[in-house]
């Protein structure tokens, strides 16, 4: 059974920094790519940043290059996402999962099962 648990949410402060955090089972973790997502309130869910299997490759939407920051733990199955200077329009509930064998780095769908994602607000 797939299970994504993402963590590190809250509310924050514009030009503040949070790490999200994402724990994930059910498949083996050091075969998939892993991608962070977001949805805000009435738009759909969009791609934010992923990460090749071992880590060797990162990819970012453009809102998120330069502030953002994917990792990965395989020996703890878990993904990372360090986000620095907020800005308001980052407000969005974060979500992550793995990719699809025949999702693209920069334009991922992911799989079907979601995990409850975690709020991350940004306020000025």
């Known amino acids: 059974q797939v299970q994504l648990v993402e963590s590190g949410g809250g509310l924050v402060q514009a030009g503040e920094s949070l790490r999200l955090s994402c724990a994930a089972s059910?498949?083996?973790?050091?075969?998939?790519?892993m991608g962070w997502f977001r949805q805000a309130p009435g738009k759909e869910r969009e791609f934010v940043a992923t990460?090749?299997?071992?880590?060797?490759?990162?990819y970012y939407a453009n809102s998120a290059k330069g502030r953002f920051t994917i990792s990965r733990d395989n020996a703890k199955n878990t993904v990372y996402l360090q986000m620095n200077w907020l800005k308001l329009e980052d407000t969005a509930v974060y979500y992550c999962?793995?990719?699809?064998?025949?999702?693209?780095?920069?334009?991922?769908?992911?799989?079907?099962?979601w995990g409850q994602g975690t709020q991350v607000t940004v306020s000025s």
């Open positions: 059910g498949r083996t973790f050091d075969s998939y790519g």
């Open positions: 999962n793995y990719l699809r064998p025949s999702d693209s780095y920069i334009n991922p769908q992911g799989f079907d099962s």
């Open positions: 990460i090749t299997p071992k880590g060797l490759g990162t």
